[in-house]
């Protein structure tokens, strides 16, 4: 097989570690009285067995994200972080294995996934398609203006051949350029762009992606980790110029991120990994 034949439903094994989807939204009248109905509602409330609440400094995402978010909705940093953060935990999706955290505010809601025998992102899309269906509807006046998946995946070898059956070097250790005496310690790749993607004859989407690949050095019996950290996302420039609207977009917009995303993956690591991990039919 060629790389192109290989599906996210035909592989029986990734690396993957963390997943997290993230929506930021605007036009919130007062979050506690959606996140009351969450608490109330059996398509949410059985889902997840804990829930507490704090503030948005203890959020899943990094400060420089925050310090982001905040700049755009053009808020102090102080009052931003010190807003409510509810947060729900102890999930139970059915025949799933991950651990699953939501986190919601009244800019932005997160859905962390750490990942244990993942298999795919379908029973989570189907939950947020399901959730911002109904929240949206409460409000006329929501607006998203941002839809985000980061996908983290990476493993740690005795070597760095070892590591090179598994990715791609061009992507990773750059062994082209070692020359004798040299010891790699820290590699690290980024590349951003926007991406064109035909979704039906004649129609092109634009989703936005950054894609980093990192090569250290650790300690302990396997001391070459390497790390894939692909982010792809709309945000409010490609919304508009795609003229997305939600909900009724968002399941579409959620797959289409996250195809290019496996396209992505599939070109990071190599074909004799991919091969080993195929489905037999």
């Known amino acids: 097989m060629c790389k192109e034949q290989y599906?996210?439903?035909n592989l029986t094994?990734?690396?993957?570690?963390?997943?997290?989807?993230?929506?930021?939204?605007?036009?919130?009248?007062?979050?506690?009285?959606?996140?009351?109905t969450v608490k109330r509602d059996p398509r949410f409330n059985t889902v997840f067995n804990g829930y507490n609440q704090g503030y948005l400094n203890q959020a899943t995402f990094d400060l420089s994200k925050m310090e982001e978010v905040a700049k755009q909705r053009s808020m102090p940093m102080s009052a931003f972080s010190a807003?409510?953060?509810?947060?729900?935990?102890?999930?139970?999706?059915?025949?799933r294995q991950d651990k699953v955290t939501m986190e919601i505010a009244s800019l932005f809601m997160t859905f962390q996934i750490d990942c244990?025998?993942?298999?795919?992102?379908?029973?989570y899309f189907n939950y947020l398609t399901t959730y911002f269906d109904a929240f949206m509807h409460t409000d006329p006046y929501i607006k998203i203006e941002r839809i985000g998946i980061r996908k983290i995946s990476g493993g740690a070898f005795p070597s760095l051949p070892s590591m090179r059956e598994t990715f791609e070097?061009?992507?990773?250790?750059g062994h082209q350029v070692d020359r004798d005496n040299t010891t790699m310690i820290d590699r690290e790749y980024h590349d951003r762009y926007?991406?064109?993607?035909?979704?039906?004859?004649?129609?092109?989407?634009?989703?936005?992606?950054?894609?980093?690949?990192?090569?250290?050095?650790?300690e302990g019996q396997n001391p070459y980790q390497a790390i894939l950290d692909i982010d792809g996302?709309?945000?409010?420039?490609?919304?508009?110029?795609?003229?997305?609207?939600?909900?009724?977009?968002?399941?579409?917009?959620l797959d289409r991120i996250n195809d290019y995303m496996f396209e992505l993956y599939k070109m990071s690591v190599t074909e004799n990994y991919l091969s080993q991990h195929v489905q037999q039919q």
């Open 233 to 253: 996302y709309v945000d409010s420039f490609v919304i508009n110029k795609d003229t997305l609207t939600f909900p009724a977009d968002l399941r579409t917009t």
């Open 169 to 173: 070097d061009r992507f990773f250790d």
């Open 7 to 9: 599906t996210r439903h």
């Open 83 to 95: 807003a409510p953060l509810h947060r729900f935990f102890d999930s139970i999706f059915p025949g």
């Open 116 to 123: 244990n025998n993942y298999t795919n992102a379908d029973d």
């Open 194 to 218: 926007m991406k064109q993607i035909i979704s039906v004859p004649h129609s092109e989407k634009t989703v936005k992606m950054n894609y980093s690949t990192r090569c250290r050095q650790i």
């Open 13 to 36: 094994h990734n690396m993957l570690k963390k997943v997290l989807i993230r929506v930021d939204y605007n036009g919130v009248t007062n979050i506690e009285n959606w996140v009351d």
